[in-house]
């Protein structure tokens, strides 16, 4: 099974940008799909991007579209969220999981029923 390790995150202000990063390791990266979550206290973990194994199929909800850009290296085993234009409502605990599959149609790539391993979380705080 692969271990997750995130870093980046932090205070920023309304309009900023942060790069979230998950590394890798334990098991062949590239055998995944991954994803990132996140989740505000009081509310249900949140859906927020999704990359294939090999970046040719990204969703991400809709909230975010145009902000955020997941990417990932399987060269370097790390997944990264790069969000920009940030807003208060983004502040959550962001959180990278890991499904050892692959996509195809009809995968529920949006329930984190589906993945099996998570990064630890990163604290996103947007001030207005």
């Known amino acids: 099974q692969v271990q997750l390790v995130q870093s980046g995150g932090g205070l920023v202000q309304a309009g900023d940008s942060l790069r979230l990063s998950c590394a890798a390791s334990?098991?062949?990266?590239?055998?995944?799909?991954m994803a990132w979550f996140r989740q505000s206290p009081g509310k249900e973990r949140e859906f927020v991007a999704f990359?294939?194994?090999?970046?040719?199929?990204?969703h991400y909800i809709d909230s975010v579209k145009g902000r955020f850009t997941v990417a990932r290296d399987n060269g370097m085993n790390t997944v990264t969220l790069q969000m920009n234009s940030l807003k208060p409502e983004d502040t959550a605990v962001y959180y990278c999981?890991?499904?050892?599959?692959?996509?195809?149609?009809?995968?529920?790539?949006?329930?984190?029923?589906?993945?099996?391993?998570w990064g630890q979380g990163t604290q996103v705080t947007v001030s207005s």
């Open positions: 999981a890991a499904d050892r599959a692959y996509y195809y149609r009809g995968y529920r790539y949006n329930d984190p029923v589906k993945y099996t391993n």
């Open positions: 990359i294939s194994r090999t970046s040719t199929t990204i």
């Open positions: 334990g098991d062949t990266f590239s055998l995944y799909t």
